[in-house]
């Protein structure tokens, strides 16, 4: 969402007023973030480069606050200097420096306007250093004060206040299922074709990004019809629907457990075997491998991405596609917290491979995948939305060198920031996710 009525200026003014007491908290919760591991790994760090060499903000920058090990050094020296013996008796021998206004702004400046999150550092760290864990902590730890750029905050806010982060009403959100409702009818030509909502006893539960229902309506009905096919048990939730949970990316966890715990709970509340969670990178790593650890429970039913799904349908003969329906040459995004952070690797291959005559990959790819910019809640904050186009510059060259027309990304955050990379730097292509090329090739039996 954009930062509407807190510019730069009033960010700076607010730091400006943290006292004695607000720095004690930022400390405080840093510290309790952190296992003896995590604590270690501050001061693991070899000086190699290989991470800057890793860096999408780096590469295109060229600025050396950019590279990962700046960023873990402004937060390792504020470690030592409050918890680390040495640091707090010798501070120069370590390079610690206690905590203070002037350094909260760079903590905002590097690790929220330089740090998409996208992991791709520690694959190539020699030393194995979790340096997007870390910096979600520091965020976190800023959170805690209130020291967040208004557009991720609100966006949180948004979303715990209102039950999705668009802020759509139920109402609206009940009139879009019944309209797209007719649109799939249409399509499939049956007037029983159904959008379910609150079905009880339905195999899976499906949630959506809100932008879907908002901007992108095309992608709900590609879903229905694809699960029209299958001859699916599913529904959605007319109260709890959202997939993203944008408390991963400000770091808190409080906030990021409850926006996941509503989707379990309507899950059992509604007594569904499984939870599938439509095209959304970051929706999948927080719901799928970060809220049981945020909510310390097990979630007792299974959790998917719809891609898992349409896979598992077409092994099974579920469905019938023509590859001959999407003629054009098609590539494919990974999106980081997807495929190098949430391990879904291979499946969107094997659909495309299934349902497209022409599939090439850009390079790198798979887990060393560049981030197109769009993650770590980059696309709501505005103050550093020219720094995020220039860090995409390396996936608008990746998208050239394949040649292909079409872009398919099962993620919206990076749907969003390629439509924003196509227009400026020209690509000429077109952005689906995955479930929308698949809706297009599907064969629809009588």
């Given at each position: 969402m954009p930062e509407k009525s807190l510019n730069k200026d009033e960010l700076l003014e607010k730091i400006d007023s943290l006292s004695s007491q607000d720095h004690e908290k930022i400390l405080l919760t840093f510290k309790h973030?952190?296992?003896?591991?995590?604590?270690?790994?501050?001061?693991?760090?070899?000086?190699?480069?290989?991470?800057?060499?890793?860096?999408?903000?780096?590469?295109?920058?060229?600025?050396?606050?950019?590279?990962?090990?700046?960023?873990?050094?402004?937060?390792?020296?504020?470690?030592?200097?409050?918890?680390?013996?040495?640091?707090?008796?010798?501070?120069?021998?370590?390079?610690?420096?206690?905590?203070?206004?002037?350094?909260?702004k760079e903590w905002v400046d590097t690790l929220f306007g330089r740090c998409s999150l996208c992991g791709r550092c520690t694959i190539n760290c020699t030393m194995g250093i979790n340096i997007p864990y870390l910096i979600r902590a520091a965020r976190g730890a800023l959170a805690s004060v209130g020291i967040v750029p208004l557009g991720l905050q609100s966006t949180v806010n948004t979303a715990v206040n209102k039950g999705n982060n668009m802020g759509i009403l139920k109402e609206d959100w009940l009139e879009t299922v019944e309209w797209l409702e007719e649109e799939l009818q249409q399509d499939v030509q049956n007037p029983e074709a159904k959008l379910p909502l609150d079905k009880l006893g339905a195999r899976i539960l499906y949630t959506i990004n809100p932008r879907e229902a908002m901007f992108f309506p095309l992608s709900i009905t590609a879903a229905g019809k694809v699960f029209y096919a299958a001859k699916e048990s599913w529904t959605f939730s007319s109260e709890n629907y959202d997939v993203t949970n944008y408390g991963l990316y400000n770091g808190d966890d409080e906030a990021a457990g409850l926006l996941s715990s509503r989707l379990i709970d309507t899950m059992h509340a509604l007594d569904c075997r499984e939870l599938i969670l439509a095209e959304c990178g970051h929706g999948y790593n927080s719901n799928r491998w970060e809220a049981p650890e945020w909510l310390n429970r097990n979630y007792g039913n299974e959790v998917k991405s719809i891609l898992q799904l349409i896979a598992g349908y077409i092994r099974d003969d579920r469905i019938k596609l023509d590859p001959s329906k999407n003629s054009e040459v098609v590539t494919l995004h990974d999106p980081c917290n997807l495929v190098r952070l949430g391990g879904l690797v291979e499946e969107q291959r094997f659909i495309l491979r299934h349902c497209v005559d022409n599939f090439v990959e850009m390079t790198p790819n798979r887990e060393k995948n560049y981030c197109c910019g769009g993650g770590g809640g980059q696309l709501s904050k505005t103050r550093f939305s020219e720094r995020r186009i220039q860090a995409g510059r390396l996936k608008a060259e990746q998208i050239k060198a394949t040649g292909a027309k079409i872009v398919a990304t099962p993620c919206h955050n990076c749907i969003d920031q390629l439509m924003e990379l196509n227009k400026h730097y020209k690509l000429d292509i077109e952005i689906k996710t995955v479930t929308e090329i698949v809706a297009d090739a599907l064969i629809i039996s009588a």
């Open positions: 973030s952190l296992t003896s591991e995590y604590a270690a790994f501050l001061n693991t760090c070899a000086h190699c480069g290989l991470c800057a060499d890793s860096c999408h903000y780096y590469l295109t920058d060229k600025d050396p606050k950019s590279s990962p090990a700046y960023k873990l050094k402004q937060i390792s020296k504020v470690f030592n200097s409050s918890f680390d013996l040495v640091g707090k008796r010798f501070p120069a021998l370590v390079g610690a420096e206690k905590l203070s206004n002037k350094l909260i």
